[in-house]
């Protein structure tokens, strides 16, 4: 089945409103001027109504949160935000399991299963990210790591909800170091997550959208996009220079 290819920017924690608006401009105009790309931008959450603003306005690209807090409803949870805010916001998808939060913020591969059914129950679709560290992959553990991380979610909301939810390999190894994983390291991996929800069933499987991140650039995105279950990508450094990021969607176009 083809699949249309998805690019999303995490710029993290960086900008201020006025570099976020800025930003958010130039990678609207070159989201419009490529065909069948979908782009997704998730400024930090201070910033989302603008950034909104500025995408809905040059009609190029949708908007995302980089978190979503796990608690459905309101209450008192100081510092979280509900998957309802940021739809109210304008927000169409939320990255949940990213690895910097995994690593820094004690999210277990059950909070992240929790934090997808609560975007989803808000409406968003999830962007689940799951990859292995360095040393996982020296030890022979990537297969083995990435089932878990995905199974922990298989089982908290069953493979229906795959079929409005989109993955993200990234291995740990290359987020934000210079070194990306070779196009054939990726594949496999992407080949692997696709084949473990497959299991479960194989139509939603073809369907789902799964995204490389680390370290992609402008150089590096096509041979990365050429791979048959490389779907896109969850770019961070890069997304913080319009003309860098506007060249790898660019590439995403062309496969
Ligand atoms: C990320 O933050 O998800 C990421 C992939 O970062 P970078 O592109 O900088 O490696």
């Known amino acids: 089945?083809?699949?249309?290819?998805?690019?999303?920017?995490?710029?993290?924690?960086?900008?201020?409103?006025?570099?976020?608006?800025?930003?958010?401009?130039?990678?609207?105009?070159?989201?419009?001027?490529?065909?069948?790309?979908?782009?997704?931008?998730?400024?930090?959450s201070c910033y989302l109504m603008p950034v909104g603003a500025a995408l809905a306005e040059r009609k190029g690209g949708a908007l995302g949160s980089q978190d979503v807090s796990e608690i459905v409803g309101t209450g008192a949870h100081t510092g979280d935000i509900s998957g309802a805010m940021v739809r109210d916001c304008g927000g169409t998808y939320a990255i949940v399991g990213h690895s910097e939060?995994?690593?820094?913020?004690?999210?277990?591969?059950?909070?992240?299963?929790?934090?997808?059914?609560?975007?989803?129950?808000?409406?968003?679709?999830?962007?689940?990210?799951?990859?292995?560290?360095?040393?996982?992959?020296?030890?022979?553990?990537?297969?083995?790591?990435?089932?878990?991380?995905?199974?922990?979610?298989?089982?908290?909301?069953g493979i229906a909800a795959f079929a409005t939810a989109v993955l993200a390999y990234e291995p740990v190894w290359a987020i934000g170091?210079?070194?990306?994983?070779?196009?054939?390291?990726?594949?496999?991996?992407?080949?692997?997550?696709?084949?473990?929800?497959?299991?479960?069933?194989?139509?939603?499987?073809?369907?789902?959208?799964?995204?490389?991140?680390g370290s992609v650039k402008a150089d590096n995105a096509a041979e990365l996009f050429a791979q048959d279950d490389v779907d896109g990508g969850l770019i961070g450094g890069a997304s913080l220079k319009a003309e860098q990021f506007n060249a790898i969607v660019k590439a995403a176009g062309n496969h």
């Open 1 to 44: 089945m083809p699949r249309t290819p998805l690019v999303a920017a995490n710029w993290k924690m960086h900008t201020t409103h006025e570099e976020a608006d800025r930003l958010a401009r130039e990678i609207a105009a070159g989201a419009a001027a490529v065909q069948d790309v979908d782009v997704v931008v998730c400024p930090p």
């Open 101 to 157: 939060r995994r690593a820094t913020r004690g999210e277990d591969d059950a909070c992240v299963a929790r934090k997808f059914e609560a975007a989803q129950a808000a409406g968003l679709i999830p962007i689940l990210c799951v990859g292995e560290t360095l040393e996982e992959r020296d030890g022979g553990e990537t297969d083995a790591v990435l089932a878990r991380q995905l199974g922990a979610v298989l089982e908290q909301v």
């Open 177 to 213: 170091t210079g070194r990306s994983a070779s196009p054939e390291q990726a594949q496999a991996a992407h080949a692997r997550l696709r084949a473990t929800l497959a299991a479960s069933d194989a139509k939603i499987a073809d369907s789902v959208r799964i995204l490389y991140g």
